[in-house]
């Protein structure tokens, strides 16, 4: 990446954490020329952080009250004159007024090869259903989430034991890399017509949110292992899949699916030693680490030791 580059064009730059610090950490070491950040609201948890995060490296903020779509919001950036505005991860749908507060609209990052996995949460929901490989789409944005013009994209492979924050970390980086060759490509060529989506076969998948400590996160033990190992995968470390033991919501964060049958019914543990391990719908689950309530996180082994396992004992679903 030639860092020298003279970046010209005036660039909005709106984006929410932990998405936003990656993204705009990469804009700002290729010197492009951001006028103002457009941080999350007053009221969100990271809109403070974040703004402090930018202000530090110099940038003018501009913070909604309650929403992005705040008329004294789109008048801040109206007045900025942006050629540009750039998104990664924002919570809010925009409205046609603040599409048009720049003079070529905006355009989003989006972590998957859409329009396959258009949603919140794509990093988990491709490893859950055991794709070999995502990627990176930045795509024109209109009224709606994820469904506008598609002007780039990059395919990432998924790795045998990706987990959703080692992907998610995987397609931070790519996705600051691309936007940069993007924004280059941008002051020379301006910015391509793209692809409708409408035009491409539609979706098979989508992305919805997940919401951690709810049904979204439980461990249905009847599913085959093989199942049940991405599905931990997939949500481990910010969203941990879940289950109960003892009365106590038991978190796991890695295991290893096998193959091999068991007179246990699904959700019992059916051996111990170096792993915890416990019957599903097709095959076993060795639990290596987890965490039960604020007593106890580490490896199966000592679990097992501390907190007096034994065959037989039943796992049950949370409510």
Known sequence: MDETFNFKKRIVFVGMPDTAYATLYFLHKAGVNIVAVVTPPENHPAGKPFAIYAQKMGYNIIMPENSIKEASVITKIQMLNPDLGVVTSYSERFSKELLNSTKEGFINVHPSLLPEYRGANPYSHVIINGETSTGITIHKMDEDFDTGNILVQRPIEIATNETMGTLFNKLNRESGELLVQMLMAYETQGLPEGISQASLKPPIHKAP????DSKDTVI???????????FIRGLNPFLPAGTRYKGLYLKIYTAEACEIKSKFPPGTICSVGKTLDISTGKGVLKVRSLQLGSYFAGNAEDFIERVNVKVGDKLELMN
């Open 209 to 212: 949110k997940i919401l951690p």
């Open 220 to 230: 249905r033990w009847e599913k085959p292992a093989k199942e049940l190992e991405r």
